[in-house]
């Protein structure tokens, strides 16, 4: 008799458990999630924090024009419009905020009329009201905006995160840490093609280094073209397919892979699929990714006829590549200090087609603004606030939405280790047989 009714109350809390998950997992990944809260910051710094956002809520948002007055501000005086500023107004509501691993999360509606645009303009307002680090302000939800509140500076040191890469999910790759503290991810099966920007010493190089040691133990073909001599993506040169160091080169790997390209939708087309990912795995050729440091050296003019040829062929074919790659597993990352049309033919068309933006410190708003101004017009500021001490630190666009970044520092010795220990996974690229001999020189 106990037997039966222990088995009818466990079967009765199953059946309850399964109706309500819906309702109980975000709650119990959310519980999952403050464990990795430290003590200190929800005990007693979240309190406080509380505690001046609602006082001084109201203030905030008069002084950056956030209230509306509920009534009308206009009155007609002997038959002339006239227009003021009402005495008694209301604030958007305040949300409850949210703890995060790094800061809380607030929820705003917004009244009927408003947009999220004085809020944005308002962020650095908040950060000094509510002395906390970052404040950042986006607009999932129509008649909603959130505010995503980091307490503290946690890229100052991305250092700890240095862990053996693993071969995670094809073109995939954590290159580093966002201001929330989750990791920073470039996957480029969403976002097929990638440009980074930043000047000099800003970060550009040790981020291709990341994405490379992430996602080298993948089974991906890592082609380069560094015409810095090859002193960056040289380290890695035993896991790279192909390496260019110079234009000439650059120009016989762009034709190479433009000859894959052909090839794979030859392939396709006799498959009937639109992908090389709906081929049957054993058929299905290799992703590469195309690593490009420093798109200026290949845009170069030297005066001579052949120096402004070679430049517009390298322009040509890497355009090529970006209009037709994604679908056939050929993804480009793509670094320079500026992408502007001052550089050459086809460059904005070549932007245009780099669909994930990174932009490290840049020297002017210019910059800044060709990187992220038609993605994320609310960015390029923030882009600009990264100081010279923040070598590393991005601002990125992830989803629709930018974020700040930092990548993983690599040291030379960790790049060539990577570059040893997974050589033997380097594919074969037919197509580009004729240049592979400078993977030797870049490895030696
Ligand atoms: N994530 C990081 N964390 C800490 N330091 C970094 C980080 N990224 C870069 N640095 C520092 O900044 C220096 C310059 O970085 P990097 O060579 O990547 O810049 P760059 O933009 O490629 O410069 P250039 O255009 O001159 O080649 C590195 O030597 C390193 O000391």
């Not at 199953?14 to 990944?29: I, N, Q």
């Not at 956030?66 to 958007?92: E, F, H, K, W, Y």
Request: positive net charge.
């Amino acid at each position: 008799m106990t037997n039966h009714l222990l088995l009818w109350v466990v079967l009765l809390a199953a059946t309850v458990g399964a109706l309500t998950r819906k309702w109980w997992a975000p709650h119990a990944s959310r519980w999952a999630e403050a464990r990795q809260i430290p003590w200190r910051w929800w005990l007693l710094e979240y309190p406080v924090l509380t505690v001046r956002m609602r006082v001084t809520w109201r203030q905030v948002c008069l002084l950056n024009g956030l209230s509306i007055s509920r009534r009308s501000t206009a009155r007609v005086v002997d038959g002339v419009m006239v227009r003021g500023v009402a005495l008694r107004q209301s604030p958007p509501r305040l949300g409850l905020p949210h703890l995060t691993r790094t800061g809380v999360v607030v929820r705003i509606r917004i009244h009927p009329g408003q947009t999220p645009g004085p809020f944005l303009a308002a962020a650095q307002a908040l950060e000094h009201a509510w002395r906390v680090h970052g404040v950042r302000v986006t607009s999932p939800r129509r008649g909603e905006v959130l505010i995503t509140i980091t307490a503290h500076n946690t890229l100052d040191d991305t250092a700890r995160d240095v862990a053996a890469p693993t071969a995670g999910p094809v073109l995939v790759a954590r290159v580093g840490r966002v201001d929330d503290g989750g990791p920073w991810v470039l996957n480029l099966r969403r976002i097929p093609h990638w440009l980074v920007v930043g000047a000099t010493q800003s970060g550009k190089s040790t981020l291709l280094a990341a994405f490379i040691r992430a996602i080298a133990p993948q089974p991906v073909a890592l082609v380069g073209i560094d015409c810095k001599g090859g002193m960056e993506l040289g380290l890695f040169g035993r896991r790279l397919s192909a390496l260019a160091t110079s234009r000439p080169e650059a120009l016989r790997v762009l034709t190479g892979l433009v000859t894959e390209v052909q090839q794979r939708m030859t392939l396709c087309w006799s498959a009937g699929v639109r992908s090389i990912w709906e081929l049957p795995e054993d058929r299905r050729p290799v992703p590469v990714v195309l690593i490009v440091d420093e798109l200026a050296e290949l845009y170069l003019m030297d005066g001579t006829r052949e120096g402004r040829d070679q430049s517009e062929q390298c322009s040509t074919l890497l355009l090529r590549l970006a209009q037709l790659g994604a679908a056939l597993g050929v993804h480009l990352v793509v670094a320079g200090q500026r992408v502007g049309s001052d550089m050459g033919p086809r460059v904005t068309a070549l932007r245009a087609q780099l669909g994930g933006r990174i932009v490290h410190r840049v020297h002017d708003e210019a910059s800044a603004e060709m990187a992220l101004g038609d993605l994320s017009p609310d960015a390029v500021a923030v882009a600009q606030m990264i100081t010279e001490e923040e070598q590393g630190v991005a601002v990125a666009t992830i989803g629709g939405r930018w974020v700040r970044a930092r990548s993983v520092l690599v040291t030379t010795e960790e790049a060539r280790q990577v570059a040893e220990e997974y050589a033997a996974l380097t594919p074969d690229l037919p197509a580009l047989a004729a240049v592979t001999f400078e993977k030797e020189g870049g490895a030696a």
